[in-house]
């Protein structure tokens, strides 16, 4: 059974900075892509950032790129995303999300959809 178990969200001014971490269990973390989801209430969920298995390729929404950094220990099973220069828009509850990678890699991988396995959500909360 696959577990994915997100922790590190809270509250920060805009401007600042946190770190996510997602530990993953019951599979090999080497052969599943993984992403960093995040919803609003009445909205839908949006791929904020991904990370491919085998070499690690990334993909960001254009709204965090150059802001937020994924990367992936594939030896401790654990995904991160660092958060710089958060905004209040950034305000959201974040989910890691994680697939077995069988087609190729693109930048559809943004699409909460492809992802079968998913965390309880951790809450970031950007004020002014």
């Known amino acids: 059974q696959v577990q994915l178990v997100e922790s590190g969200g809270g509250s920060v001014q805009a401007g600042g900075s946190l770190r996510l971490s997602c530990a993953a269990s019951?599979?090999?973390?080497?052969?599943?892509?993984i992403g960093w989801f995040r919803q609003t209430p009445g909205k839908e969920r949006e791929g904020v950032a991904v990370?491919?298995?085998?070499?690690?390729?990334?993909y960001y929404a254009d709204s965090v790129k150059g802001r937020f950094t994924i990367s992936r220990d594939n030896a401790k099973n654990l995904v991160s995303l660092q958060m710089n220069s958060l905004e209040i828009e950034d305000t959201a509850m974040y989910y890691c999300a994680a697939r077995v990678q069988t087609t190729s890699w693109t930048r559809t991988s943004l699409t909460a959809a492809m992802y079968k396995y998913w965390g309880q959500g951790t809450q970031v909360t950007v004020s002014s």
């Open positions: 019951g599979y090999t973390t080497s052969n599943m892509a």
């Open positions: 990370i491919s298995a085998g070499v690690g390729v990334t």
